[in-house]
């Protein structure tokens, strides 16, 4: 009798996994046919090159976010990839062990769980209001700050991963110990490095509350860095929120563009670490 | 600054003449004498220490300069909530102004300069423990599944999609929550809620368009969901498998051996990832703002719109009206940080000691 309950328990708790598998996996293969489905329908050329259109007009497209994203974006890696690689480059090679690495890799963690619109505040603390204006360039130095955490600690962990022959080796034939660490160990781990910033550009891509005030959107082309910049998952937050239909239409599309950014940026991400980071370590 | 990175300095290696060299009669000085192209090379090379200090200040630089963003963060959300903060002090979270006329509390009144931020407080923690509710049981029901019982050749797959579920920004979960969760909720679910548990309080009628916080607590539940799931399964691989065998070995059915070997020995660590859903939850602005309803009112009804302190800020500050309606925002960021960041390290730490010091995964 006690071995009936338990092999039904067993059975119950099974099934009670599975069912949680399912519901887990439901919702986000029902939003990825959805996002296919209405946005594959309004994709067009249009989308690509045209700027949108006052409400009412149909047409239009998100030239103008997708553009502003990718100056965002390379204003952010300025910002924050150099930083990052060399905050990882301490915690990896100059600070291994210490303190004061395991207390700034700790930070970084927690740097990473902050909401980005409190990042998105800072940022307007700092470059917003001493300018007096939204700019592209506080919603790059926003988005900047946010990718350092993230490319430190995985430029940490691919450094971590050379073998130390490979220092050792530098060093025994008088590499003087920054162009060891620049030219070999940063050079052997730089597939792993690269993937991380990846990762990192990723998952800004598609951060929206950092832009709101920073970035502040742009229906047009913006001139210069100091103008305010339509911003791609910026337009998407505005154009769903309205009551257009032509909006929502765009909103959908601009949503297939990030999400296949991004699907396609994670996957690199997974088969490169996959394939093995270090080919030339060995 | 440790043995792993000696600095070599060739400029004060004293080199000793040959005995027997070929150029004869060179006297033997001070320096070195060269006697072969390698010495000679090397003795050629400048001293690199300059080189080694600039360079690795260089980098310790970088890396203090996370201590840097979180002290400058600090500092402005303070300096900047200093005029919210010396006019209502602590009464700003748990007190607010009653109306004299209605007698009801005016919570966020932008126009008369009346700011609590008490449905923000109240917004935040009902929509994230709602979140916790739908989340952690599935979440865990996914991690039990993916290490314990799923066929290998689906683990790949699974794994992957979980992550590309975490990859996924909230603007994009915003907007399917807009236009395929709310108005499901609105038709079929809300309807259903409140017939079967209206009687509990909890489940008003009175807001028939689908938005409030259950629609909040069910997409906040989806985005925490691969974070809470992908930590357990740390952790409960970290669980040595002489444990499982262990109980296995007592004749225990495989779910007696998930709970008594795994889960048992996992728990601390699973409970460092729920606090870090939860972490994720609180900070979590664009797909709340996106159905919350944005009401800066305290209802008992979870099907009540409502607003969270990420969403207010949102909403509100790119056109806020005066300096104290700005500084009470920014009073609300100060919270939200400091909260965030109390929640963030404490999971860490609970994750981090039963691990073990494995590199925590930075999501």
Known sequence: MRARIRTLTDGAATGLAVLSTVLVVAPLVAIFIYLIYKGASSLSWAFFTEVPKPVGETGGGMANAIAGSAILLGLASLIGVPVGISGGIFLAEYGRGTKLANAIRFTADVLNGVPSIVMGIAAYSLVVVPQGHFSAFSGGVALGIMMIPTVCRTTEEMLLMVPNAVREAALALGVPNWRSVLAITVRTASPGIITGCMLAFARVAGETAPLIFTAFGNVGWSGKLSEPIAALPLQIYVYALSPYDDWHRLAWAGALVLIVLIVFAVSLVRYVTSRGVLKGAS | ?363
């Open chain 2, 1 to 363: 600054m440790n043995a792993l990175v000696p600095e070599i300095r060739i400029s004060q290696v004293q080199l000793q003449p040959e005995p027997d060299s070929s150029g004869g009669g060179k006297p033997a000085e001070a320096g070195a004498v060269e006697s072969s192209a390698i010495r000679a090379f090397l003795l050629s090379r400048g001293n690199s220490a300059i080189a080694d200090r600039g360079f690795q200040w260089l980098m310790v630089a970088s890396a203090l300069s996370i201590f840097g963003i979180v002290v400058l963060i600090a500092f402005e959300l303070v300096v900047r909530s200093q005029l919210a903060w010396s006019k209502f002090g602590f009464g700003f979270f748990f007190s607010a102004y009653v109306d004299s006329y209605t007698r009801l509390p005016m919570y966020w009144d932008p126009v008369n300069g009346h700011f609590s931020a008490l449905p923000f407080l109240y917004g935040t923690l009902v929509s994230s423990f709602l979140a916790l509710l739908i989340a952690v049981p599935l979440a865990i029901g996914l991690a039990v599944f993916l290490t314990e019982m799923c066929p290998r050749a689906l683990r790949g797959p699974l794994a992957f999609i979980t992550e590309l579920l975490a990859a996924i920004p909230s603007v994009i979960y915003g907007l399917w929550a807009v236009f395929v969760l709310v108005p499901l909720l609105r038709e079929h679910t809300n309807p259903w809620l409140i017939r079967l548990l209206g009687w509990t309080g909890f489940f008003g009628d009175d807001n028939p368009t689908g938005l409030g916080f259950v629609a909040a607590g069910v997409i906040l539940a989806v985005m925490i969901l691969p974070i809470i799931s992908s930590l357990t399964r740390e952790v409960m691989s970290a669980v040595p498998i002489s444990q499982r065998e262990a109980v296995l070995a007592l004749g225990a059915t495989r779910w007696e051996m998930i709970r008594m070997g795994v889960l048992r020995n996992a728990r601390i660590g699973i409970v460092g990832a729920v606090i870090l859903g939860l972490g994720r939850a609180l900070g979590e602005t664009m797909a709340v703002t996106m159905v919350i309803g944005n009401s800066p009112e305290i209802h008992r009804s979870l099907l009540a719109n409502g607003s969270t302190m990420a969403s207010v800020i949102a909403n509100e500050f790119a056109e806020a009206s005066g300096d104290l309606h700005l500084s009470a925002l920014m009073e609300i960021g100060l919270a939200l940080f400091a909260v965030t960041i109390v929640v963030n390290a404490f999971a860490r730490l609970l994750v981090w000691a039963v691990t073990r010091g494995a590199p925590a995964q930075a999501h």
